[in-house]
């Protein structure tokens, strides 16, 4: 059986994409009625993010609620127009990211010291 390893030549280079590049000759108001149609405001609701944002005294504002539209508008954007298939939007999720690949490259090279990580034995 041939075993099958990761090669760094399969994955394309980390571009940085800047988000005016595509947004700064978009009118707000065209946005909200083209793009924001689609988006139903009960299922934005049910977020949990913005549930806990609702919930905690300060409230959530219009650019807080609305900031999901413009995300999936990003990824559209980035996936449509750039071939993207991954988007990664703040420091957090670069951290997951980091720990998944962690994880992931321990699996590859010792799948039972993934196991023995995640059960806490060592």
Do not use: W
Not at 54 to 74: H, K, P, R
Not at 96 to 120: A, C, D, T
């Amino acid at each position: 059986m041939k075993k099958h390893s990761p090669s760094l030549k399969n994955f394309k280079p980390l571009i940085l994409k800047n988000n005016l590049d595509f947004y700064q000759d978009t009118n707000i108001i065209s946005f909200f009625s083209g793009v924001g149609r689609y988006f139903r405001v009960s299922n934005m609701l049910a977020k949990e993010s913005v549930k806990s944002r609702m919930e905690s005294q300060d409230g959530i504002s219009f650019s807080e609620f609305s900031y999901q539209i413009f995300q999936a508008f990003d990824f559209y954007h980035l996936f449509s127009q750039e071939n993207c298939a991954v988007q990664v939007q703040n420091f957090k999720l670069i951290i997951l990211s980091f720990i998944f690949n962690y994880f992931f490259f321990l699996f590859l090279k010792k799948k039972k010291r993934l196991v023995e990580v995640i059960n806490g034995e060592i």
